[in-house]
């Protein structure tokens, strides 16, 4: 089969700078996981806004972006978000774990949540409620902070550090500070147990258990954290939730290697 010059030889393949220009546009709002006005998207992917503009016009008439008729805000729009369904449904431990975390989550009575690494951080990317009402504002793009979540910790326990240190650093606040070594410690900590809990924290009255799927190289693939009130989930080491979990993510990891996802 012909190829392409430069395919597969080692040369830099031309490309459309327009279409890169737009990307750029893209990245900007994806990094920012927040609709921005058109001066700071601009400013974000380093062109004028009067270019940026053009540029936007063009991905709303795609479908990539739209605009807020209320606020003039940018936000991705309908063939962003069916992209980015149909990047999650092609990830075989996402698939593996939706259609066993409803059933999880109906079992043990508590709302667990499915979270993938990503260059943000730990993202949820399915949340199964269990009718139990928590004040909690988590869904579906929620990014989990890694020093005060039972999730971000175990995110971070189970990747390299240079994957996760700038967001850390990032995140430290006077009133959530740590030394790099005491964090260093507890990670330490939740790989040897292969879990993490948080009680109260960071929110009062709201436990959690996370337990993390890795590959059979040891590559995280993805974290399952329960989540119900304090005092009403058991976050024991060794107790039924965390029992559960565990056996969800057997159950996983066994229908990614059979190629049942």
Not at 14 to 21: A, F, H, Y
Not at 23 to 45: I, M, S, T, V
Not at 56 to 61: E, I, K
């Amino acid at each position: 089969m012909a190829r392409t010059p430069g395919e597969g030889s080692g040369k830099t393949q031309r490309g459309i700078q327009s279409v890169e220009v737009g990307g750029r546009l893209l990245q900007a709002l994806a990094d920012a996981r927040r609709p921005l006005p058109l001066a700071e998207l601009a400013a974000a992917a380093q062109l004028a806004p009067a270019q940026a503009h053009t540029y936007l016009v063009s991905l709303m008439r795609l479908g990539l972006i739209k605009r807020e008729h209320v606020d003039g805000y940018y936000e991705p729009g309908p063939l962003a978000l069916r992209l980015g369904m149909m990047r999650l449904d092609n990830e075989p431990a996402y698939r593996a774990a939706v259609q066993r975390v409803r059933t999880l989550a109906t079992d043990i009575g508590f709302n667990v949540a499915i979270s993938l690494p990503t260059p943000q951080g730990p993202t949820i990317v399915h949340y199964a409620p269990a009718g139990t009402s928590l004040h909690l504002n988590l869904h579906v793009g929620t990014v989990m902070a890694l020093a005060t979540t039972a999730t971000g910790r175990a995110y971070c326990a189970f990747q390299p550090e240079s994957h996760w240190l700038p967001i850390w650093t990032q995140q430290q606040t006077p009133a959530t500070a740590s030394t790099l070594p005491a964090f260093l410690e507890t990670l330490a900590a939740v790989r040897a147990r292969g879990t993490e809990r948080s009680i109260d924290s960071p929110s009062p009255a709201v436990s959690s258990l996370a337990m993390p799927l890795l590959d059979d190289d040891s590559t995280l693939r993805l974290v399952l954290t329960a989540i119900g009130s304090t005092g009403a989930i058991d976050v024991a080491w060794d107790g039924p939730v965390a029992s559960a979990l565990r056996a969800a993510i057997g159950d996983i990891a066994r229908a990614m290697r059979e190629g049942d996802a």
